[in-house]
């Protein structure tokens, strides 16, 4: 994991509506929370900042479905956050 998400903490699956999800982890660092899907870190809550993989935010329906209850909004919402620059898009991965 990058350096700048923090030291790793504890690893869990992502638990959705229906109860937890295969290939969708909640990863606990020093510095706050990481959503990864399958292999690749998608967003990232640090220290009060919300950090979007600039290549892999918005890779499938499947993974938006998930990063959308990560960040609890709509992709939408996600995208006006980007364009404002409240959201900050970069290599995670």
Known sequence: MKKELGNFESVRQFNGRNGHVKNQFIIQ???GLVFQSYNSVIAAKIQGA?????NAWDYSRTTGRYRNEFLR???KETEK?????F???TDLN
Not at 81 to 85: A, F, L, V
């Open 29 to 31: 660092t020093d510095k």
């Open 50 to 54: 919300i950090y979007l993989d600039q």
């Open 73 to 75: 909004e709509t992709k």
């Open 81 to 85: 956050k980007i364009k404002e620059g």
């Open 87 to 89: 959201y900050i898009l």
